[in-house]
């Protein structure tokens, strides 16, 4: 009876553990928001880097917007250009404009970059060596990081590569299985624990149309 009690309280709190959320890349307002929040969402992660390499203009009026609403989890995903942008330049270009204090955990968004000038190389030691430089300005800059990518498109980009594993970046990863449990992840990039899934990347929620979050 015990143990059968212990085991109920646990998956209780597992699902009380369970958050929700998205990753957008256009600019919402806060009523947008608040009907998000009163959906379930408890974070929200911006685009604050555009792949043609350049900041996005709406990043700091939505996160303000976000957290108005009273969304207390607020992060940014930097969608790298490899090429015309060096990576320090870039990731300072982004802090300056949405500033370091307005969010959480900047993620490193790797994938298939198909702006002019900015696509990764084909040789993946040349790119792995271009996220350790990105990892390094963050760095720097004293920015608490992350990575996302999905298994695909590491392997194809960046190989066998460590990079963000070895200095302890958290992994939000992509599979579009419509289901908010890790159990489909297989280990990449030397990580072997996501920290958050990518689980559907066309919900509609409040007009958003965003793709849908896990952890």
């Not at 159990?183 to 899934?197: L, N, Q, V, Y």
Request: hydrophobic share 35%.
């Amino acid at each position: 009876m015990f143990a059968r009690i212990a085991i109920v309280a646990s998956l209780m709190a597992a699902v009380t553990l369970a958050t929700d959320g998205g990753d957008i890349s256009e600019f919402y307002d806060k009523s947008t928001f608040e009907c998000t929040k009163g959906k379930g969402w408890d974070f929200v992660i911006v685009r604050s880097y555009c792949s043609f390499g350049g900041v996005d203009d709406n990043a700091p009026r939505t996160l303000a917007a976000a957290k108005d609403a009273g969304i207390p989890h607020r992060d940014v995903y930097h969608f790298p250009c490899h090429g015309k942008v060096s990576a320090e330049d870039q990731v300072k270009a982004d802090l300056d404009h949405v500033g370091k204090d307005n969010f959480g955990t900047m993620w490193f968004d790797i994938e298939t970059n198909p702006s002019p000038g900015c696509s990764y190389s084909g040789d993946h030691a040349t790119n792995c060596k271009f996220l350790e430089d990105l990892i390094a300005a963050g760095k720097k800059h004293g920015v608490t990081m992350g990575v996302y990518a999905s298994s695909y498109m590491w392997s194809s980009i960046m190989g066998t590569c460590t990079a963000g594993a070895d200095h302890g970046l958290p992994l939000w990863y992509a599979h579009y299985d419509y289901t908010r449990s890790f159990g489909d992840f297989t280990a990449f990039g030397g990580c072997k624990h996501p920290a958050m899934k990518q689980y559907n990347d066309a919900v509609g929620i409040c007009g958003i149309n965003a793709d849908a979050d896990w952890y």
